[in-house]
């Protein structure tokens, strides 16, 4: 099943959207906005998505490779 198209496709997918949400908070980190409340809201909001897409894609990973994890 690891070999599957579709496994790819989801790990792929998943690792794109850690990248953007990343990306987003290094962007903000570098050039904040004038506000520095909305850019410290921003920056946590994204950094929370990158946390919850990590873990969404570890226990995806550990669900396809046979891996059983802790049940948080």
């Known amino acids: 099943m690891r070999d599957d198209e ?3 496709t989801v790990i792929n997918n ?3 959207l850690i990248i953007h949400h990343a990306g987003l908070t290094a962007s903000e ?5 004038n506000n520095p409340d909305e ?4 920056i946590k909001a994204h950094t929370h998505w990158v ?3 990590r873990s969404i894609r570890e226990r ?7 891996i059983i994890g802790d049940s948080k």
Not at 29 to 33: A, D, E, L
Not at 39 to 42: F, G, I, K, R, V
């Open 51 to 53: 946390t919850e897409l």
């Open 6 to 8: 579709r496994v790819k």
């Open 60 to 66: 995806f990973e550990n669900l396809v490779t046979g």
């Open 29 to 33: 980190q570098y050039h904040p906005r």
């Open 39 to 42: 850019s410290d809201e921003h």
């Open 14 to 16: 998943l690792s794109s």
